[in-house]
Antibody
Framework: QVQLVESGGGLVKPGGSLRLSCSASGFTFRDYYMSWIRQAPGKGLEWVSYFSNSGSFTDYADSVKGRVTISRDNAKNSLYLQMNSLRVEDTAVYYC???????????WGRGTLVIVSS | EIVLTQSPGTLSFSPGERTTLSCRASQSVRSTFLAWYQQKPGQAPRLLIYGASIRASGIPDRFSGSGSGTDFTLTISRLEPEDFAVYYCQQYGSSPWTFGQGTKVEIK
């Protein structure tokens, strides 16, 4: 079954860290760009970061640049997002999605909720 | 940054009616790299249209997209009960890859 499953969300205090994971199955993971996209409660969608399928190209939204690092392990069919210095405004559902850069997002996970609160 | 403006914020229709959603870009979108997504409450977004007018796999033909440059539209020819949702446009032609704020299609 072609799917993406996120994990690692939770409640964290401002200034804290969290590592999100995304497990892919049903397709050749290494062939695709992969991204993280977030959605604050009751708000719209915001692209966060992408990782290319080869050459290790990455890009980040200005809102997270310097605080967030995307990585992938093709042997484990997994995508990761290391989030540091978390802020209240980082509270959102974080979706893993197939695609990124000049590629639309054609497969989405169900998301994992990150709550940053004291 | 390309800002995408979707209007109006909410549309009210009855099942069976036709609706057209608008997405306007602050700058020309490169190579019609424009996609539309549907999101229902509590669910992840689902790709409907890419390349401004190409239906994604499994998407019914009542959904169609058109436009180029700065003006794009999504048309649902005949609303089915399952089509009441929020619709987002997204440009993937230049970084940062941006989304519109969404249009909610609700039942009248």
């Amino acid at each position: 079954q072609v799917q993406l499953v996120e994990s690692g969300g939770g409640l964290v205090k401002p200034g804290g860290s969290l590592r999100l994971s995304c497990s892919a199955s049903g397709f050749t993971f290494r062939d695709y760009y992969m991204s993280w996209i977030r959605q604050a409660p009751g708000k719209g969608l915001e692209w966060v970061s992408y990782f290319s399928n080869s050459g290790s190209f990455t890009d980040y939204a200005d809102s997270v640049k310097g605080r967030v690092t995307i990585s992938r392990d093709n042997a484990k069919n997994s995508l990761y997002l290391q989030m540091n210095s978390l802020r209240v405004e980082d509270t959102a559902v974080y979706y893993c999605a197939r695609g990124g850069a000049t590629r639309y997002f054609d497969l989405w996970g169900r998301g994992t909720l990150v709550i940053v609160s004291s | 940054e390309i800002v995408l403006t979707q209007s109006p914020g909410t549309l009210s229709f009855s099942p069976g009616e036709r609706t057209t959603l608008s997405c306007r870009a602050s700058q020309s979108v490169r190579s019609t790299f424009l996609a539309w997504y549907q999101q229902k409450p509590g669910q992840a977004p689902r790709l409907l249209i890419y390349g401004a007018s190409i239906r994604a796999s499994g998407i019914p033909d009542r959904f169609s997209g058109s436009g180029s440059g700065t003006d794009f539209t999504l048309t649902i020819s005949r609303l089915e009960p399952e089509d009441f949702a929020v619709y987002y446009c997204q440009q993937y032609g230049s970084s940062p890859w941006t989304f519109g704020q969404g249009t909610k299609v609700e039942i009248k």
